[in-house]
């Protein structure tokens, strides 16, 4: 694999040299500004990064045990080259590293963020990374963090290098070194409280765990979601308060939906995501749980708007497509015959043109309700289309349907008060038998009562006609 090469790479790597920080051991001025990287923006790993002649070599390092790696395979080798931000949202989608084995390997890198670090002559030196190994976005919010923790960085080799150089001039400055770090603390301690603030006024949960997976942490909306107060909740088993049944496995890659419980022994539907991390040489585990009760409801209410017809309130035909195989599926099983009554109105039309839709549309709220008040509350009333209906029938004695039918008839001829007007309609019934042993499918069994529908009104409307049974 290549790299591109700046056209100051001589003086670039001078610099570089002159500050005296490859191969040196882990310092906290750059160790904190890394651990606050990830948990910013929540990403598993992040490094300060230096670019040697032929290695990237890391300075520090969160989440990863590597040291070092060529050059040709270091994605901050790109980095450095621009001024700016280097993004790259899918690595496994950009044709520079697509091939990279730090890609191709298990868990490889996807997303990528760099800022570029750069000498106090603008020469560039590396990068503060933060490092995923799914795709993702990196938000205006995310991107302007990594921007101030990488001043951070910056500042701490600009003032390594005026050591450097007052240090030739022997003229080294403990004071100032002392001063900066005291001014990156207090960046950090803001940064710190920054972090809080949001983490408080968030508005899912988030619970810190340690090892053993007892509470660190618990911020305002994890009390208001689950009732426990912070002092009540800090220094408990995770399993003793909200989840009894064992905590979430640990998923960097994606949500999971889980059962927590509230204080007051309520269920309550979560979406969580569990990040693991090691501080310090200590496993921690940071939880974001967000309440999903309202997602779904509403995905219960849409799925029953999808299956209900608006008009009458009946079930439609979506929903009858539904209803109708299990039906016969329990027929097959109980031996219990099914009946399917196809019914379209007869004189509707009329009804439509002479009166208006708004007309027509208020009888067929009618229609609807007469219809299911007439059937057990174990039959099945469907809107099909326009002014047709259709019931079904299970365990009904074959001898019961036509006395049926033909009540039905007279019910829906019963006028219909509208204004000072009174509708007058009837039905044509076609009945379809499914028995046990029969192989037709729904569709068949459904046209099989549309044609002894059609039979009903060649003979003369306001009848019933039977299907002819198959084997």
């Known amino acids: 694999m290549s790299y591109p090469i700046a056209l100051n790479e001589e003086a670039r790597l001078a610099a570089l040299y002159e500050l005296e920080l490859l191969d040196t051991p882990d310092e906290p001025a750059f160790d904190r500004v890394t651990r606050l990287v990830v948990q910013l923006l929540h990403v598993p ?26 050059r040709d395979v270091a994605f ?25 084995p730090l890609v191709t390997s298990p868990s490889g890198i996807r997303f990528y963020a760099g800022i570029p670090l750069s000498s106090i002559k603008g020469l560039p030196l590396g990068s503060l990374c933060a ?25 701490e080799l600009h003032l390594r290098e005026r050591l450097t150089i007052e240090k030739k001039n022997a003229k080294a400055s403990q004071q100032a070194l002392d001063e900066l770090h005291r001014s990156m603390e207090r960046q950090i301690e803001r940064r710190t409280n920054e972090l809080n603030l949001v983490i408080e006024s968030a508005y899912d949960a988030y619970i810190s765990l340690d090892a053993q997976n007892v509470i660190l942490d618990w911020n305002r909306a994890a009390e208001m979601m689950f009732g426990w107060p912070r002092k009540s909740a800090l220094a408990k088993p995770i399993t003793q308060l909200i989840f009894p049944a064992g905590l979430p496995a640990a998923n960097d890659r994606a949500t999971i939906e889980f059962t927590a419980c509230r204080c007051d022994g309520n269920e309550l539907p979560v979406e969580v995501r569990v990040k693991k991390l090691v501080i310090d040489g200590r496993e921690r585990k940071s939880l974001f749980i967000h309440d999903i009760t309202e997602r779904q409801q509403l995905e219960r209410l849409r799925n029953q708007q999808a299956r209900e017809d608006v008009l009458t309130k009946l079930p439609n035909r979506r929903a009858l497509d539904e209803r109708l195989p299990e039906a016969m599926s329990r027929t097959r099983r109980t031996h219990q015959p099914l009946a399917v009554l196809f019914m379209d109105l007869d004189g ?38 326009g002014d047709e209906f259709v019931l079904l029938l299970e365990n009904s004695e074959p001898t019961a349907i036509e006395p049926l039918a033909n009540k039905l008839i007279q019910l829906i001829e019963e006028p219909i008060a509208a204004g000072n007007a009174a509708l007058n309609v009837s039905v044509s019934i076609g009945v379809a038998l499914y028995l046990p042993a029969s192989v037709e499918t729904a569709n068949e069994l459904l046209k099989r009562a549309d044609v002894a529908m059609y039979d009903a009104k060649r003979s003369g409307k306001a009848q019933v006609r039977f299907a002819p049974s198959v084997d």
């Open 348 to 385: 509707f039309k009329v009804i439509n043109d002479t009166h208006g839709h708004a007309v027509g549309d208020d009888l067929l709220r009618v229609i609807a309700e007469r219809l299911e008040n007439a059937v057990r509350e174990t039959d099945y009333v469907a809107r099909w289309a």
């Open 131 to 155: 490092i995923d190994t799914k795709p993702r976005a990196i938000s205006e919010d995310e991107l302007a963090a990594l921007k101030d923790l990488a001043a951070i960085v910056t500042d």
């Open 45 to 70: 790993i992040s490094t300060v990064t230096l670019i040697d002649a032929k290695r990237q070599w890391l300075k520090s390092r969160v989440g990863i045990e590597t040291r070092e790696t060529s």
């Open 76 to 100: 901050c080798a790109y980095t450095i080259m621009a001024a700016e931000p280097f993004i790259v949202e899918d690595a496994s989608e950009d044709a520079r590293f697509a091939q990279n």
